[in-house]
């Protein structure tokens, strides 16, 4: 099992402007590597290498730049210039693969062949995280964690970590609030699947505007509108910096309290989304959710609202959240969730205004969400991935059955 878990830093103000010159290094860097990826780019974006009809000179083709090769470009970086000396090398290396995932996704995609943007040189405070690849299993001792070539910084450990959990990375990022760090931790002993896990016990929730969600039993949780509720205090705020003149140490001020300000609301988003969370997979082992393209519904007009709902985060926390406690999240297909009957499977077209469903094939009343709910537990029932999770669970009750008189002799 692989999860995080994520501490406040104090950093003293030595440590903390130490902080700001190791990401500002880092940035450079970043941006230096970045440029030697898209000079390479312009300058071997075509395949021909000779012209018939103009006897024209074309320059000799450059290697294509490859984590290796600018990860062997960084010793001469610290001769060249010796400050960098003081930044790990491990963090150094983390700052050239950042480089090479932005660039494989803009020319070749992602693992499903998405392609992303053209990667954006960061300015000035964009480049927030530096990570260490490997960090002793002990670097946390006594409310101090220990960084290798930084020293010891004060943490508040809320959570102590689990003896069996076994550190893989750290990383350290700046917010408005203050520095963090995420470690990275991984027990492969911790089971996929809880022992009672119980296939019968499923849900399926329908995600929507006017309330968060609706459970195919008929539970409401209510949406919590966190954006709007600030927006009053925000719109002020954000007068606050545009009134300041550019450069200057007051809008730099009110940059920082409207960033805060920010953060707030998404505390408030997440930790909403976290309770909620605990809640559904307190009372059902399988959740059945649809599979959103929250992307394209973004585009929208609806885009405020949906993006302040947090559908994506939320998804994204329960799906988690199941894998750590051994449950399960199914997604099916939402097309149609809201149209069909959940009682006789007839389609029953409805605007988006029109929250009540009644189908004059059978009579089924109720309202629109709560329908939807149940179509989507309908379609999750019978899963192929269910039923291996119930078989993998039945044939673990069998051993252990057929093991519990050898361990007694």
């Not at 968060?212 to 966190?226: A, M, P």
Request: aromatic share 8%; glycine share 4%; charged share 30%.
């Amino acid at each position: 099992m692989r999860t995080s878990y994520q501490y406040k830093l104090r950093p003293t103000k030595q440590q903390a402007a130490q902080f700001d010159k190791w990401l500002d290094m880092l940035r450079c860097q970043y941006n230096y590597l970045l440029a030697d990826r898209f000079r390479w780019y312009e300058e071997n974006r075509c395949s021909i290498n000779s012209c018939s009809l103009v006897v024209c000179h074309l320059p000799e083709l450059r290697n294509n730049p490859s984590y290796n090769s600018q990860q062997d470009s960084l010793p001469q970086l610290k001769k060249d210039r010796p400050w960098y000396k003081e930044l790990h090398s491990q963090v150094l290396q983390n700052a050239a693969k950042r480089v090479e995932l932005a660039f494989d996704r803009f020319l070749k995609g992602d693992c499903n062949g998405k392609r992303s943007g053209k990667p954006r040189f960061k300015g000035a405070n964009q480049y927030k995280t530096f990570t260490y690849p490997t960090v002793k299993s002990d670097c946390i001792d006594k409310g101090l964690i220990t960084l290798p070539k930084f020293g010891k910084v004060k943490l508040i450990q809320h959570r102590t970590i689990p003896d069996s959990f076994k550190i893989k990375t750290c990383s350290v990022t700046k917010k408005a609030d203050g520095y963090y760090v995420t470690l990275s931790l991984e027990d492969k002993t911790v089971p996929t699947i809880k022992p009672d896990f119980d296939s019968d016990s499923i849900a399926g929730i329908d995600v929507g505007l006017k309330e968060f969600l609706t459970t195919s039993d008929n539970e409401v949780v209510t949406i919590g509108q966190y954006y709007r509720k600030a927006q009053k205090r925000l719109r002020v705020i954000q007068k606050q910096v545009s009134r300041r003149k550019n450069g200057s140490i007051g809008r730099q001020k009110a940059i920082k309290k409207l960033a805060t300000q920010h953060k707030k609301v998404a505390n408030k988003r997440k930790d909403f989304h976290f309770k909620t969370a605990n809640n559904l997979l307190k009372k059902y082992d399988v959740i059945a959710v649809e599979d959103l393209n929250v992307k394209g519904l973004a585009r929208t007009r609806l885009a405020k609202s949906i993006l302040d709902a947090g559908w994506s985060s939320f998804l994204s926390i329960l799906t988690n959240k199941a894998e750590n406690a051994g449950l399960l999240v199914i997604q099916v297909i939402a097309s149609g969730t809201s149209q069909d009957c959940s009682s006789c499977g007839v389609k029953v077209p409805k605007k988006l205004h029109e929250r009540w469903h009644r189908c004059s094939n059978c009579g089924c009343s109720l309202d629109r969400d709560h329908n939807a709910a149940i179509n989507i537990k309908n379609r999750a029932v019978g899963h192929s991935v269910l039923k291996a999770k119930s078989l993998l669970s039945d044939s673990r009750i069998v051993l252990e059955a057929y093991t519990e008189p050898l361990r007694s002799v």
